[in-house]
């Protein structure tokens, strides 16, 4: 775990009031994944591929199932900012234990599904959902472990869901009927 906190203070020795004002905004973006949902939900509604949607759906479904409802409790392992509590937080302490984290899960789930159908939309998605897991760092909330395993379980379930999506939706084309007509 050493490392880890080297890896912390590095962050905290980044501080500066423009910066501290910008990670906490986009952090926001993550929190209780209400961001992604409501970009799930309008893909759902207005993106033309509907198994975009589908896809970011099951992943979101999935990777809170594996994170928050299982691993988080399982595991529990303490926040860096309640191992270490000099470190003035710029950002209210989280309740919940630190492993995995669910910002970066959530965040990469839907990002990931994005890049699946949408290279473009995909790309910026990403790049978003990586600031998104690296505020988690610089606001001393998670360890780096945390943030990557969130980042793994959040790409391999909108994988996983985008296989899952795609070749139901090859076996039952009639998923796609809801779909509007453009």
Same mark, same amino acid.
């Given at each position: 775990?050493a490392w880890e906190f080297d890896l912390l203070y590095w962050f905290q020795s980044l501080h500066h009031p423009v910066l501290d004002q910008? =990670? &906490?905004?986009? +952090? @926001? #973006?993550? !929190? &209780?994944?209400?961001? %992604?949902?409501?970009? +799930?939900?309008?893909?759902?509604? #207005?993106?033309?591929?509907? $198994?975009?949607?589908? +896809?970011?759906?099951?992943?979101?479904?999935?990777?809170?199932?594996?994170?928050?409802?299982?691993? /988080?409790?399982?595991?529990?392992?303490? @926040?860096?900012? %309640?191992? !270490?509590?000099?470190?003035?937080?710029?950002?209210?302490?989280? /309740? !919940?234990?630190?492993?995995?984290?669910?910002?970066?899960?959530?965040?990469?789930?839907?990002?990931?599904?994005?890049?699946?159908?949408? @290279? /473009?939309?995909?790309?910026?998605?990403?790049?978003? *959902? *990586?600031?998104?897991?690296?505020? $988690?760092?610089?606001?001393?909330?998670? #360890?780096?472990?945390?943030?990557?395993?969130? +980042?793994?379980?959040?790409?391999?379930?909108?994988?996983?869901?985008?296989?899952?999506? $795609?070749?139901?939706? =090859?076996?039952?084309?009639?998923?796609?009927? %809801?779909?509007?007509?453009?």
């Amino acid at each position: 775990m050493a490392w880890e906190f080297d890896l912390l203070y590095w962050f905290q020795s980044l501080h500066h009031p423009v910066l501290d004002q910008i =990670e &906490k905004l986009i +952090t @926001r #973006f993550g !929190d &209780k994944g209400l961001f %992604w949902i409501a970009l +799930t939900l309008l893909m759902l509604i #207005f993106v033309k591929d509907k $198994r975009l949607g589908m +896809t970011a759906a099951l992943a979101l479904v999935t990777e809170a199932l594996i994170c928050n409802v299982i691993l /988080k409790n399982a595991v529990q392992r303490s @926040r860096p900012c %309640w191992l !270490d509590s000099s470190v003035e937080l710029l950002v209210k302490s989280p /309740k !919940d234990y630190s492993f995995p984290s669910g910002h970066s899960s959530v965040s990469f789930a839907v990002a990931v599904s994005i890049i699946q159908y949408h @290279r /473009k939309w995909g790309i910026a998605a990403v790049v978003f *959902a *990586a600031l998104i897991a690296i505020s $988690r760092l610089y606001l001393f909330v998670h #360890f780096p472990t945390d943030v990557l395993v969130g +980042t793994l379980i959040g790409t391999v379930m909108a994988l996983i869901s985008g296989m899952i999506v $795609r070749k139901g939706v =090859e076996k039952h084309p009639e998923l796609m009927s %809801w779909k509007k007509d453009k």
